[in-house]
């Protein structure tokens, strides 16, 4: 078609090769394509092997993502494997996002993902009231075949390339995002109550006495997250409570199943597609201030040094005193008179940040920044965003609580999930200190660093 023009960005790459590719002409591989906005695209094998270049020609049968077996029928001009469609064992695409065209009595998609180098026709009386120019959505009535296009029909109009927010609404497509919840999880959140009522918190440690606080930027609008402090004896005693979900979304119901297939909340500049429903994500699950809560609690006991002692874990019932932004408390901080549980929050991320240096841990400090746009919510400018004590604050505090719960499940020998870090290669350990070594450096230890636990 005459629409391949620059709208054909270059994004797509070449996976790098792992094990060389098969070297029989005559063999074969499965896997997943990938294709690239040039038109060509490559076979990613499921055994890791090397990846095989499909040329145009082959990739016009198939799309991105689609799964298939490939005979190796040679290799190009760079020594790359090339190989010639077998069979497609499965699509992957069953709609596509992008914007509508009209050339000679043509209607066709020119999808907005360009790994996706062929244009959809829209045969007539398909289009539905979508005008050319326009950004829609198009389900396909029929794949693509290596004499044929993809012939598709709209089902969605977004709206134009210009408008504000034109481009969330094609990533949520363009990645297959949910983003509206199925009626059962409606129905299931519509049946929760407004707030916490008086029978909920009779089961739970009554903690709506002390003074907890929730501390996040100042476009936030759902509080996961509580703390609060005091000194106790010699040290200190340190909470962290976390939004109870679990008492309002039961294992395998319409929200815990909704909530599966999301995975996480998904944040865009100017909107957020929850996990959750907004009545839990911003209500009852959210930690607001003057309201009760149900919690789950780690009360920690810390020494002096800021060595965690004793923990527990329970579920809660909390009252937030105050939303706080980091920039308020840091404000607060610096300039004096913060009241409690401040200034007793600040001892302990000081003698948290000490503890964590003494044993080497990494302190990844990394540039955040912030969007900004006008009143027609077009992007205005990207500004830095200043890190301060009130961000470490709170990361150290979470980090306890999430020391503890390691230790807690490795105790009890439960199966979890680990963000853990494989141990350094020997030689490249060597090659460091010698590259050290050059510099009149020199770095200490072993060979291996030592063993850690999940408590570490």
Same mark, same amino acid.
Not at 147 to 168: K, N, S, Y
């Given at each position: =078609?005459?629409?391949?023009?620059?709208?054909?960005?270059?994004?797509?790459?070449?996976?790098?090769?792992?094990?060389?590719?098969?070297?029989?002409?005559?063999?074969?591989?499965?896997?997943?394509?990938?294709?690239?906005?040039?038109?060509?695209?490559?076979?990613?094998?499921?055994?890791?092997?090397?990846?095989?270049?499909?040329?145009?020609?082959?990739?016009?049968?198939?799309?991105?993502?689609?799964?298939?077996?490939?005979?190796?029928?040679?290799?190009?001009?760079?020594?790359?494997?090339?190989? &010639?469609?077998?069979?497609?064992?499965?699509?992957?695409?069953?709609?596509?996002?992008?914007?509508?065209?009209?050339?000679?009595?043509?209607?066709?998609?020119?999808?907005?993902?360009?790994?996706?180098?062929?244009?959809?026709?829209?045969?007539?009386?398909?289009?539905?009231?979508?005008?050319?120019?326009?950004?829609?959505?198009?389900?396909?009535?029929?794949?693509?075949?290596?004499? &044929?296009?993809?012939?598709?029909?709209?089902?969605?109009?977004?709206?134009?390339?210009?408008?504000?927010?034109?481009?969330?609404?094609?990533?949520?497509?363009?990645?297959?995002?949910?983003?509206?919840?199925?009626?059962?999880?409606?129905?299931?959140?519509?049946?929760?109550?407004?707030?916490?009522?008086?029978?909920?918190?009779?089961?739970?440690?009554?903690?709506?006495?002390?003074?907890?606080?929730t501390i996040d930027g100042e476009s936030a609008k759902d509080f996961d997250d509580a703390?609060?402090?005091?000194?106790?004896?010699?040290?200190?005693?340190?909470?962290?409570?976390?939004?109870?979900?679990?008492?309002?979304?039961?294992?395998?119901?319409?929200?815990?199943?909704?909530?599966?297939?999301?995975?996480?909340?998904?944040?865009?500049?100017?909107?957020?597609?929850? =996990?959750?429903?907004?009545?839990?994500?911003?209500?009852?699950?959210?930690?607001?201030?003057?309201?009760?809560?149900? &919690?789950?609690?780690?009360?920690?006991?810390?020494?002096?040094?800021?060595?965690?002692?004793?923990?527990?874990?329970?579920?809660?019932?909390?009252?937030?005193?105050?939303?706080?932004?980091?920039?308020?408390?840091?404000?607060?901080?610096?300039?004096?008179g913060a009241t409690e549980p401040l200034p007793m929050l600040y001892e302990i991320f000081?003698?948290?940040?000490?503890?964590?240096?003494?044993?080497?841990?990494?302190?990844?400090?990394?540039?955040?920044?912030? =969007?900004?746009?006008?009143?027609?919510?077009?992007?205005?400018?990207?500004?830095?965003?200043?890190?301060?004590?009130?961000?470490?604050?709170?990361?150290?505090?979470?980090? &306890?609580?999430?020391?503890?719960?390691?230790?807690?499940?490795?105790?009890?020998?439960?199966?979890?999930?680990?963000?853990?870090?494989?141990?350094?290669?020997?030689?490249?350990?060597?090659?460091?200190?010698?590259?050290?070594?050059?510099?009149?450096?020199?770095?200490?230890?072993?060979?291996?660093?030592?063993?850690?636990?999940?408590?570490?």
């Amino acid at each position: =078609m005459a629409a391949k023009t620059a709208r054909r960005l270059s994004r797509g790459r070449n996976p790098p090769p792992r094990r060389a590719p098969p070297s029989d002409a005559r063999a074969q591989a499965t896997g997943r394509v990938e294709g690239h906005p040039d038109g060509h695209g490559f076979l990613v094998p499921d055994d890791g092997t090397a990846s095989i270049l499909l040329p145009f020609a082959e990739m016009r049968q198939v799309l991105h993502g689609d799964r298939a077996t490939v005979r190796v029928t040679g290799s190009d001009t760079r020594g790359r494997a090339q190989g &010639a469609i077998v069979e497609v064992l499965e699509r992957a695409q069953r709609r596509i996002v992008g914007q509508l065209h009209a050339e000679h009595g043509v209607t066709f998609l020119a999808p907005a993902d360009k790994r996706i180098a062929q244009d959809v026709l829209v045969p007539p009386g398909e289009a539905g009231r979508a005008r050319p120019g326009q950004v829609v959505s198009v389900e396909l009535i029929a794949q693509p075949t290596r004499h &044929a296009q993809p012939i598709g029909r709209v089902v969605e109009v977004l709206g134009h390339h210009a408008d504000a927010g034109i481009e969330v609404e094609i990533a949520l497509r363009k990645f297959d995002l949910p983003h509206e919840f199925p009626r059962r999880a409606q129905a299931l959140a519509a049946k929760l109550p407004e707030a916490v009522g008086p029978q909920e918190g009779r089961e739970r440690r009554d903690l709506r006495a002390l003074p907890f606080v929730t501390i996040d930027g100042e476009s936030a609008k759902d509080f996961d997250d509580a703390v609060c402090a005091r000194r106790e004896g010699k040290g200190f005693r340190l909470w962290v409570a976390i939004a109870d979900v679990s008492h309002y979304v039961r294992h395998g119901d319409a929200l815990d199943l909704a909530a599966r297939e999301r995975g996480t909340s998904v944040y865009f500049p100017r909107r957020v597609i929850p =996990m959750l429903p907004e009545k839990l994500s911003n209500g009852l699950c959210s930690l607001n201030p003057q309201v009760e809560r149900l &919690a789950i609690a780690c009360e920690m006991t810390l020494t002096r040094q800021g060595a965690i002692e004793r923990y527990e874990f329970y579920p809660a019932l909390i009252r937030s005193q105050a939303r706080l932004t980091y920039e308020g408390v840091w404000r607060q901080l610096q300039q004096g008179g913060a009241t409690e549980p401040l200034p007793m929050l600040y001892e302990i991320f000081q003698r948290l940040a000490e503890q964590r240096g003494a044993r080497g841990a990494i302190d990844f400090d990394t540039l955040a920044t912030r =969007m900004e746009f006008d009143a027609h919510g077009r992007l205005r400018r990207i500004v830095p965003e200043a890190r301060n004590d009130a961000h470490r604050l709170i990361e150290e505090c979470m980090l &306890a609580a999430n020391v503890c719960a390691g230790a807690f499940l490795a105790g009890r020998e439960h199966p979890t999930l680990y963000r853990v870090h494989d141990v350094p290669a020997t030689e490249k350990v060597r090659a460091l200190r010698d590259f050290l070594a050059e510099l009149g450096l020199q770095l200490g230890g072993g060979e291996r660093p030592p063993s850690c636990s999940p408590s570490s």
